[in-house]
């Protein structure tokens, strides 16, 4: 079992770790842990391992190729085990949840690439996540070659008309793709993409109680993201949480933000200072 307090103990860890070295799933069990508390892992770790050990008996060293590696991925996470996107209930918060998406085998496209990244990690494959804006998507590359995998759509690989189609769809018809479209993205950076589809699905059921739970989850893993520290203070002063408020606007001062903003922030603190005299 993992209680909530040891969640965001390993959370709090990784806001230690630099990028290169975090666990993503590891992070991404305790994040969903803080929704799901004294939920034992050890399950979802071996169901983990075992999507790792599938993939690796699917890809033998000597008919090694990127074309043979996207295939173990498919037949393992898709084939086998049938993971999808959930398209019928898209902003059900679950498919946020890592827990919820493993027990329920559809989610969202970063949760789903968070397990594709992590079962290619595991045969020490080359993957990353994509600044793809609205679709998560995963780039796989081997031997000086490059293909891109949409975990939502049943891993499909992703030619260059069908990037663009997929940006017009999330950023408008007048959008067109642009080398940072194609630019990786870190482990923090999936996992703050992770919580901000739960953030804004919270928000939007205006349950902004809710949504100041998931940016302190942020918080221990990505102490340094200022906009957060603001966002938690705007928060926290909506619901009446004056001293949470003050505490999260004063960290986000000390972390280099511009003199417009450092002035507008000084104003509101002092407000809520006054409020709780």
């Known amino acids: ?16 770790l630099p990028d290169e070295e975090i666990d993503l799933a590891e992070a991404a069990l305790a994040l969903a842990a803080l929704e799901r508390p004294e939920v034992a892992l050890e399950r979802y770790r071996d169901h983990l391992s075992l999507l790792a050990r ?69 045969q020490g494959w080359s993957i990353n996540g994509l600044n793809f804006p609205g679709h998560f998507l995963v780039r ?14 049943q891993g499909q690989t992703r030619s ?28 923090r950076d999936i996992l703050l993409r992770l919580q901000n589809n739960l953030k804004l699905r919270f928000l939007k059921a205006d349950r902004v109680d809710k949504a100041v739970e998931v940016l302190e989850g942020m918080l221990l893993f990505a102490p340094g993201e200022a906009t957060l520290w603001r966002e938690s203070g705007l928060l ?30 000084a104003l509101l603190i002092q407000q809520l200072k006054t409020r709780l005299n």
């Open 54 to 122: 599938e993939v690796a008996e699917l890809n033998p060293p000597e008919e090694d190729s990127l074309e043979a590696r996207v295939a173990a991925l498919q037949d393992v996470l898709v084939a086998r085990h049938g993971y999808e996107g959930d398209a019928l209930t898209y902003d059900d918060i679950q498919n946020a949840n890592m827990l919820h998406v493993i027990d329920r085998k559809k989610g969202l496209p970063v949760a789903l690439g968070i397990l594709f990244i992590q079962s290619a990690r595991a």
């Open 1 to 16: 079992m993992i209680s909530r307090l040891e969640a965001k103990d390993v959370l709090r860890n990784v806001g230690t």
């Open 160 to 187: 260059v008309m069908e990037l663009r189609d997929l940006l017009k769809v999330a950023a408008g018809a007048d959008a067109e793709l642009t080398p940072e479209y194609y630019a990786t993205v870190g482990n």
């Open 236 to 265: 926290n002063a909506h619901i009446g949480n004056l001293g949470a408020a003050v505490t999260a606007l004063e960290t986000f001062m000390t972390l280099g933000v511009n003199d417009l903003l450092r002035h507008q922030t």
């Open 140 to 153: 796989l590359e081997y031997a000086g070659e490059r293909i891109i995998i949409d975990p939502f759509n």
